[in-house]
Structure formats: C-alpha cells, structure tokens
C-alpha cells in the first residue's frame, strides 16, 4: 500500500488502457497499486495529450476549460497576470479551479488598425508574429493601401496591425521641398546654336493624395514636363537674347508650370538656370569677344589717364608761367630730386657754374 495525498489545488488521475480510470480529489489516499496514476496541479496547462481522455470523462470534462485556437487566432495565457505561454493553432485545456492562469484570445481577422491593446499585450503578440508595424518618419505623409487599394493616408507615426491574410502596405512621401535637378539637356536656340543646358527647380507636396492619383510617379512627370518647357522656350530665342537675359528662362518656366502643379497637389517654390555649357567654337568666340571688349576698356582707361594727365599739366604750366616764385619752387623741387641720386659733385668751368646755382636760388 502506498499513500497518495492529493492538496487543495492539486487532483490525480488513473489512467488504464488508455482510459480514465479513477479521479482523486483532494484528500489523503492509501492505494494498492500506483501504476497509472498523475498527479496535476490545478495552475499547470494540461498538456495536450490529455486532452480527449479528459473530455471523454464526465467528472473532469466539467472540471477544465477547453479553448480551440483557430486560424488567425492567438491565445496568451498569464500566470498571476504576467505572460506565461502563446498559442497559435494549437488548443488549450486548463483546470477552472485555477487561480493563478488566465486567459485572453486576439481575433487577427480584422484589418482595421489596432488601438485597443495595452503595450505589454503588443510586444506579446509581436513575438508571435501577430502584429505588423506600418512606420511613417517625421515630416512625411504615407498613403495605406489595403490588398493594393487605396484606404487612407497617414501622417508620421507607428501604425499597427494584425498579421494576416490582408496585404497592407503604404508608400510614404517626403513633405518637405524637393530638388530636382535637369541636366545636360542638349538644345538647339532659334539661330541653330546648340547648348547644353542644367536646370533645377525645387517642388513641394500639398496634396499627397492628389498628387498621387493624378501620377503615381510624379517625381518623373516634373522632370519630363520641365525638360519639355526648356525646349519649348529655348528653341524660340536667339543665343544673344538668351545670353543676355538669362532670367527669362527661369521666369517662363515658374509662368508656365506654377498653375499646373497646384492643380495636381503640387508648389512650384523655385527654379533656376545652373549652367548653360557652350559649345568650344562657340566658347573660343566669346572668349575673342571677351578679350575684344576688355582690350578696349583698357585702352579706353589709358587714353583717358594720360589725358587727365596732360591736362594736370598744362594747367600746371599756365600757374607757373603766370607766377615766377612757383617757377623757382618747381626748379628746386628737380634739382632736389636731381640731388638725392648724386653721390658726389665735381665743379669745374670755374666761376661760371657758381655763378648760375646762385642765380637759380636767388630772386631775380
């Protein structure tokens, strides 16, 4: 004889030919023969091999909960209210005694977004691949699509869903201005010059949904429509009216387009002319007519110097013919700069040379 003491939260069961034999309820047993006989704890998941015995018995059918998690289903079970074990597609038999297990079942068939859950209950469900995450990053806007339509749009943030058969997906746009940049586009001007040309003009969305049904790339569309405006407007000027008024091509643009893309959700906030690139036999001209128009700046300058200068002098002359002291100021100013490059002075010719320096420092 054996003893077998069964506590509170506690019951046995003899299983015999793959059949519920006897159940022992709480209580102090002697038994004959132990074979056969479990011990369960009313806190435990009855594992899943029971199930059908237990159910098949009428005393413990009455005695569990039998839970069937089915597709696109997911059942958590908690153990004094912290996460203890997940189940997908797989059913779940737990004692109705129990104080310490519960149990909460997710429905993963709806596709609406998932705002109900605490976050212990999502990271819960994301170990278990339930959820999916839809992230829009700070200054963009996404468009949320549902089997590939059209559902609504969403500003920046997390967005959750249910992992499921529904394909949801979203295409996020930048809100901020945009650059787009046209370069080398090879034009010919009305008098058959050809140029190549880089341009830029800077965009921004004001209407995502708009913008996006009226072009799904509208990044291309700009690009081909202002690629189009400069051939436009390029092929109907000469060079020199171009070259001389390089604004024009910026102002017909922004004209032109400004309207149209407010229109399909778009602001045109800029543009501009970044290069026009010459040709060499053209660039080799204006480099001659470059250096042309300097060459006689130059000249113009230097003609116009020494003619300031001859006129500084001959007013000069008129003073010192009209005044004879300024005369003799002047022939001493020449003798002193004269001077100043002599290192020594040899006299000779007598008196006579004497004679002159004291009539050029002297009055007369």
């Known amino acids: 004889m054996k003893k077998l003491v069964i506590n509170k939260q506690e019951v046995a069961v003899k299983i015999k030919n793959n059949e519920v034999a ?14 056969g006989i479990i011990k369960l704890n009313f806190n435990e998941i009855i ?39 997940s189940y997908v597609n797989r059913n779940v038999m737990l004692w109705k005694n129990s104080v310490q297990l519960t149990t909460k079942k997710f429905d993963l068939d709806s596709t609406e977004e998932i705002k109900d859950l605490d976050k212990r209950e999502i990271e819960i469900l994301r170990k278990v691949s339930a959820v999916r995450t839809i992230s829009v990053s700070p200054y963009f806007e996404g468009l949320l699509f549902k089997d590939n339509q059209f559902n609504t749009i969403l500003k920046a943030g997390d967005y959750l869903f ?19 940049e046209i370069l080398g586009q090879e034009i010919l001007t009305k008098d058959k010059v050809q140029l190549r040309i880089n341009f830029m003009v800077q965009y921004q969305i004001v209407d ?16 081909q429509a202002i690629q189009l405006g400069l051939r436009e407007y390029i092929s109907n000027v000469t060079f020199d009216d171009l070259m001389s008024d390089k604004n024009s091509v910026t102002d017909y643009i922004i004209k032109k387009f400004e309207i149209q893309f407010e229109t399909i959700g778009l602001k045109l906030k800029d543009a501009g002319m970044k290069d026009i690139i010459l040709p060499g036999e053209i660039r080799e001209i204006m480099n001659r007519v470059l250096i042309a ?33 300024l005369w003799k100021l002047k022939e001493m100013e020449y003798i002193e700069k004269i001077a100043d490059k002599v290192g020594e002075i040899s006299i000779s010719g007598g008196s006579n040379v004497l004679n002159e320096l004291k009539t050029m420092f002297t009055k007369q």
């Open 293 to 325: 128009e300097k060459t006689a700046q130059a000249n113009s300058i230097t003609r116009r110097e020494e003619t300031a200068s001859t006129r500084s002098l001959l007013n000069t002359a008129k003073l010192m013919e009209e005044n004879e002291i």
């Open 47 to 85: 594992e899943e091999k029971y199930h059908s015995l237990f159910l098949e018995n009428e005393q413990l059918a009455v005695m569990v909960n039998y839970t069937e998690v089915l597709h696109n289903e997911v059942l958590i079970v908690y153990k004094n209210k912290q996460f203890h074990q």
């Open 22 to 35: 006897k159940v022992y309820s709480t209580g102090t047993y002697w038994i004959l023969f132990h074979k």
């Open 162 to 180: 249910y992992n499921n058969e529904t394909k949801i997906s979203a295409v996020t746009y930048d809100l901020r201005p945009q650059t787009i």
């Open 208 to 223: 995502l949904l708009k913008a996006y049904q009226s072009d799904k790339d509208f990044v291309k569309m700009i690009y």
